[in-house]
């Protein structure tokens, strides 16, 4: 079905290509104006200038894209030697058009990306170029960014590490190239400071996505995540990793690999209880002992090393599927990851709890507009279309495509097939056909190496490398007699040129020559002179480089000549992956540009797709196989093996949507929350006077409590108020509470509360602000802002944060256990957004509760010292409950350590209970000087003067 919906909604397509050829043939119609006998460079970079003139008086970006367009494609030709296509002007426009450009692999889509990037950004709002990797990031900021600052705009890069000082300039510029998931956790981190300057970024008005699929599709299962550190024991996981070691498949647990789950049978959960010495694992009302079954299960049977992670320095470390890199930093949730470890005997780390999550898709559905470009959408175009309302365009070649695509070859085991790929090799090898050999898992490749060197080939391997040695090797993967074993998708981002790439190959030889080609790579900023040794080698390397490209260039033009005579770059995959885009950009890696090349793919009936994914067309191929006796290394190879294959792909590609819906159904609920809970943060970041809305937080606070405990339509003598007072003093801290009785309607209970809260609030405000005024005066370095207001803000903020966190924490339970509501007939997202909103609206009631119980409970004093920030302004510390939420202080305590007590004993390291303290120098001014002795003591302890404060007076 979405086959052909993608079909319907493409079919008009070609109407499309004919509108974007007349926009090309205007702009190619304006090339000559622009020429360098018509405009020399500062006349050409100072059209940005009219441009931007011409949108503040009216005229749209559509109105200046002709000859937008013509001044980038006549700026590159100038800064980089590259001059536009026709077909890259089309691949440009569809991204101006908020468009998915599918380009196959060595049409010049970095280069397209210049054509929108610098429309887009006149309007100076600032556009994101988004990568897969920081190298490229950074690859394409700086050779793309030449074309940015040729015309006169500013070119930001965001890698990962880097400072909020050093990303914030970086955000203000025109264009800024980064990675998505340091995009994303820009985000989130910017939703999660205590002031305004601290945020970074500036909005989110214009992306280009490169390689879209990948990261709108392959990695839009795993949710962005900031956490902290939990508190589970490693015990428990190593219990568990050795309770489930040694059960037996279908006796003990079923799993089921194609839909990735496993379960114990009850045979198996008795072995398990017997081992860990529980009697029910599933009394645990909590949940989490069956939640460490099941990582435990999972990490033990479904999670293999050197196939979804490998274990390097003590670490468990992800390896992508689909790229085959390490993830840094990347950790599985739920308890997953610390299952591995405990199942690999490494050192285990804290389970950490979410401090602020989004999925790719929200984060990308941010934006005002939003485009991409890769060489495989197609096949993922109704995805595209529904999620983030991306139409795919597909842009035609700049010369025609002759590569060959064998059908795929099936032999009967793994074992036949590697040996058939190295046959192929070495015949290919012994001609000087370079070959590029593609695997789904590191251990494939290696075990593919050692088969290889067996033979006497010493293949250049890629797999979870850095991405700088990747693009480096698949460079070259195109010179003469080249082997090169790799992950599907590694490379990317780099063309593979036939006779290899002259501008690697020079570096080279410059190394070689010891001449360090990148000198900027090791610089420190903060060393003046490593900075001046930096620019003095980068102009060496400058003044030297063309004589070693020429040099290079020769060597890669004559190896060219002879790779195309042996037939080209030839391709084999070894294995089909789950998603056809995959292959399809394997098989792409040949035939660039109206190249030569051949592609082939081996495939063995013992293959994870065939044998979980192949149904009963893949059962006849195997019977047949069978019937025939035909022997291991005899191949079958026909249409219909290769329909078989497609209609297994095609069934994981609709469980893979699936999967990434529900995740993105779930999401959305908490997506609508994150955006309440983000604006509200924003608007008090950005100055709102929380001092104003006071009364009415007041009112609804009180309402909702009078309401709890004098039940409406109950009679009077059955109301709480015990439990009333009781919590208005927990609320308060005063110690004399208003007189009520069940003689009083619940209006007038209201009103009585109401009047003394305010009373309360007006007397701290009053008392805050005289301290803060006192203290303005006595520090020239104190910003003349309201003190009340400030204050506010700051504790506001904190309880925001740490009941957002505990929510993040229930609602990751909630959706763990939801699942099981299916069995009982109800639909469990239904169930979700119902116990989603209940809990949402009891945060938002409990989160004014909580900032009225802090604000009203607070004890400022006067102190001449400075302190670390602690979220408070100087002199706050919070002296109400011991929690707010059970766990932790919602504002730390200023109080002095044990060492200051040493240092100086007549004060005590903290004041006793219930016995407020102000720790003054003689030379600070005393706010309490005009308060009488019997008088409340300003403080709002409820207490007289003389009591509290005065006491020692």
């Not at 309770?243 to 839909?259: Q, S, Y």
């Not at 941010?366 to 983030?388: N, P, S, V």
Request: proline fraction near 4%; charged fraction near 30%; aromatic fraction near 6%.
């Amino acid at each position: 079905m979405p086959n052909f919906i993608s079909r319907l909604l493409s079919m008009g397509a070609n109407k499309q290509l004919k509108e974007f050829q007349n926009v090309v043939d205007r702009i190619n119609e304006l090339e000559c104006s622009y020429s360098p006998d018509k405009m020399d460079d500062e006349e050409l970079s100072h059209q940005t200038v009219l441009f931007r003139e011409r949108l503040a008086n009216g005229e749209s970006l559509d109105d200046l894209l002709p000859e937008a367009f013509a001044v980038v494609r006549e700026a590159s030709r100038r800064v980089t030697g590259l001059r536009h296509f026709d077909v890259q002007l089309m691949g440009g426009i569809a991204l101006h058009r908020g468009m998915i450009a599918e380009m196959r692999t060595g049409e010049g889509k970095t280069l397209v990306s210049t054509l929108a990037g610098y429309l887009n950004a006149l309007e100076g709002k600032g556009i994101h170029i988004v990568t897969v990797n920081d190298y490229l990031a950074k690859r394409d900021s700086q050779n793309m960014g030449r074309i940015y600052k040729f015309l006169g705009m500013s070119v930001g890069l965001i890698q990962n590490g880097m400072s909020p000082a050093q990303k914030v300039p970086a955000y203000k510029a025109d264009v800024t190239y980064g990675t998505n998931s340091e995009f994303g956790f820009d985000y989130l981190r910017d939703n999660m400071v205590t002031r305004p300057e601290m945020r970074v970024q500036r909005g989110h008005h214009y992306a280009i996505v490169d390689e879209v699929d990948s990261i709108l599709i392959d990695e839009a299962r795993t949710p962005l995540i900031i956490s902290g550190a939990g508190t589970k024991s490693a015990s428990t996981y190593k219990d568990f990793a050795r309770a489930v070691r040694g059960l037996i498949p279908d006796e003990d647990f079923e799993m089921d690999e194609a839909k990735h789950t496993i379960a114990t049978t009850d045979q198996g959960l008795r072995k398990v209880e017997k081992r860990l010495g529980v009697a029910d694992l599933y009394s645990d009302e909590s949940g989490q002992l069956v939640n460490h079954l099941q990582q435990a299960l999972k990490a033990e049977y479904m999670f293999h090393r050197d196939q979804q992670y490998m274990v390097m320095d003590g670490e468990v470390k992800i390896v992508d599927e689909f790229t085959g890199r390490i993830m840094e930093g990347r950790r599985y949730s739920e308890g997953l990851h610390q299952a591995i470890e405990a199942k690999e005997g490494v050192p285990i780390r804290e389970e950490n709890q979410t401090l602020a999550t989004i999925t790719l898709q929200n984060y990308f559905r941010l934006y005002d507009k939003l485009a991409g470009m890769t060489g495989t959408a197609m096949t993922e175009d109704a995805e595209f279309r529904e999620i983030y309302n991306l139409p795919v365009q597909v842009i035609p070649t700049n010369k025609p495509v002759i590569r060959v695509d064998h059908d795929d070859l099936v032999y009967r085991t793994i074992k036949a097939k590697f040996n058939a790929v190295a046959d192929d090799v070495v015949e290919r090898h012994r001609k000087g056909q370079p070959c590029l050999v593609g695997t789904v898992s590191v251990e494939n490749s290696e075990k593919l190496r050692r088969i290889f060197e067996k033979r006497g080939i010493h293949p250049q391997v890629l797999n979870a490398k850095y991405h700088e040695r990747e693009a480096a090797i698949i460079a070259q993967a195109g010179r003469y007699g080249a082997v090169t074993i790799a992950t599907n998708m590694a490379g990317r981002g780099t063309d593979i040129m036939l006779g290899g790439n002259p501008e690697f190959l020079a570096q080279d030889m410059m190394r070689e020559d010891g001449i360090d080609p990148n000198p900027e790579a090791e610089i420190d900023l903060k060393d003046p002179r490593s900075v001046l040794q930096a620019s003095i080698e980068r102009q060496n390397v400058d003044m030297q480089m063309p004589n070693y490209l020429a040099k290079a260039k020769k060597i890669t033009d004559a190896e060219k000549e002879k790779v195309k005579a042996v037939g080209g770059l030839y391709v084999i995959g070894t294995e089909r992956h789950e998603s056809r885009r995959i292959d399809n950009q394997l098989r792409g890696r040949s035939g660039r540009q109206g190249d030569p090349g051949e592609t082939q793919f081996y495939l063995s009936l013992e293959d994870d797709l065939m044998r979980l994914f192949g149904g009963a067309r893949m059962e006849r191929i195997s019977a047949m196989m069978e019937r025939a006796d035909m022997p291991e290394d005899m191949p079958i190879q026909a249409k219909m093996v290769t329909k078989a294959v497609e209609g297994a792909q095609r069934k994981v590609e609709e469980i893979n949507f699936s999967m990434r819906k529900n995740v993105l159904d779930y999401d959305d609920v908490m997506n609508k929350q994150r955006q309440v809970i983000y604006e509200e943060r924003n608007k008090i970041l950005d100055g709102k006077d929380l001092t104003k809305h006071i009364s009415e937080v007041t009112h609804d606070t009180l309402e909702r409590k009078v309401n709890e405990y004098c039940v409406e339509g109950s009679e009077p003598a059955e109301w709480d108020l015990k439990g009333l007072n009781k919590w208005l003093a927990d609320l308060t801290g005063a110690k004399e509470l208003p007189e009520i009785s069940d003689e009083m309607s619940r209006e007038e209970i209201l009103e009585k509360f109401f009047d003394f809260v305010t009373d309360r609030y007006r007397k701290k405000a009053d008392f805050i602000r005289q301290i803060g005024t006192s203290m303005q005066k006595a520090d020239s370095d104190t910003s003349k802002t309201d003190p009340m207001n400030d204050l506010s803000m700051r504790i506001m903020l904190r309880v925001i944060d740490t009941r957002w966190m505990a929510y993040l924490q229930e609602m990751d339970y909630l959706k763990t256990g939801i699942g099981l509501r299916g069995y009982g007939q109800r639909d469990p997202l239904v169930e979700y957004k119902t116990e989603a909103y209940a809990a949402f609206t009891q945060l938002v009631n409990t989160m004014y509760e909580d900032f009225l119980r802090v604000i009203l409970r607070i004890q400022v004093v006067a102190q001449a010292q400075r302190v670390p920030d602690s979220g408070l302004p100087k002199g706050a510390r919070y002296s109400g409950p011991s929690d707010m939420d059970g766990s932790q202080h919602p504002v730390p305590r200023q109080v002095r350590s044990s060492a200051a007590a040493k240092r100086n004993p007549q004060r005590p390291a903290t004041p006793p209970q219930g016995k407020p303290h102000t720790y003054r120098k003689e030379e600070d001014p005393d706010p309490y000087a005009n308060v009488g002795r019997n008088d409340p003591c300003p403080c709002g302890s409820g207490k007289k003067f003389k009591n509290c404060h005065g006491r020692n007076r």
